[in-house]
């Protein structure tokens, strides 16, 4: 199974301020189509998960324009430009090249 | 939306059937997948059904022990959870996979729709 791994696992981030989450994959996630296959999901409390991002820097409909992601190899990152207490929640990387598909750990994300 | 249905409190070795009912799109033309959650924990992909039904993939832990099915006549996906164990406890969503088709080649788009969960407990 390919092994997914967050960091930091919280993150308490001033409301204004940038927060920068790593998800770091144990092979390629890099398909034959060329694209990293390669999601992120927020879970606000209470709630079911949410997508962000798919295909490793592309923000999905809705997403507001301070998420952004980027890809390195099997080192991916999802960057918020100024955080909001709506961003509140745990964040989750997952790929979705192979089953099982597999999530990292989570980053809890928190405004101080 | 997508509806899961079909939770409950049982004891090890029993069975439960959880549903998914889908209303709004065009539910023949995604691919269904289930994702659990264990109490205070993260997200783990549990199984997934092809859009005719014909295939369906499933998590080591799970395999010979759930069986996940759909009627597309009836919107609907059903996974028949036999032989449960303690460590299956969990919400489970139901999430529909999101694609697009660009020359004849799939790309996969996340799980863009998902429901709002049913809880799973088992008792030992």
């Known amino acids: 199974d390919i092994v997914m791994t967050q960091s930091p696992l919280s993150l308490p981030v001033a409301p204004g301020e940038p927060a920068s989450i790593s998800c770091r994959s144990s092979?390629?996630?890099?398909?034959?189509?060329?694209?990293?296959?390669l999601d992120w999901y927020l879970q606000r409390p209470g709630q079911s998960p949410q997508r962000l991002i798919y295909l490793g820097a592309n923000r999905a409909p809705g997403v507001p324009a301070r998420f952004t992601a980027i890809t390195s190899g099997t080192d991916f990152t999802l960057k918020i430009s100024r955080v909001e207490a709506e961003d509140v929640g745990i964040y989750y990387c997952m790929q979705a090249l192979q089953t099982p598909w597999t999530f990292g750990q989570g980053t809890k994300v928190e405004i101080k | 939306h997508l509806v899961e249905s079909g939770g409950g409190v049982v004891q090890t070795g029993r069975s439960l059937r959880l549903s998914c009912t889908a209303t709004?799109?065009?539910?023949?033309?995604?691919?269904i997948h289930w994702v659990r959650q264990a109490p205070g924990k993260g997200l783990e992909w549990v199984a997934l059904?092809?859009?005719?039904?014909?295939?369906?993939d499933y998590r080591d832990s799970v395999k010979g022990r759930f069986a996940i099915s759909r009627d597309n006549s009836k919107n609907t996906v059903i996974m028949q959870m036999n032989s449960l164990r303690p460590e299956d406890t969990a919400v489970y969503y139901c999430a529909r996979e999101d694609y697009t088709i660009v020359q004849g080649n799939e790309y996969h788009y996340g799980m863009d729709l998902w429901g709002q969960g049913t809880t799973v407990t088992v008792s030992s």
């Open positions: 092979q390629s996630l890099l398909h034959s189509n060329g694209y990293n296959y």
């Open positions: 059904i092809s859009r005719d039904g014909r295939n369906a």
């Open positions: 709004g799109f065009t539910f023949d033309s995604h691919v």
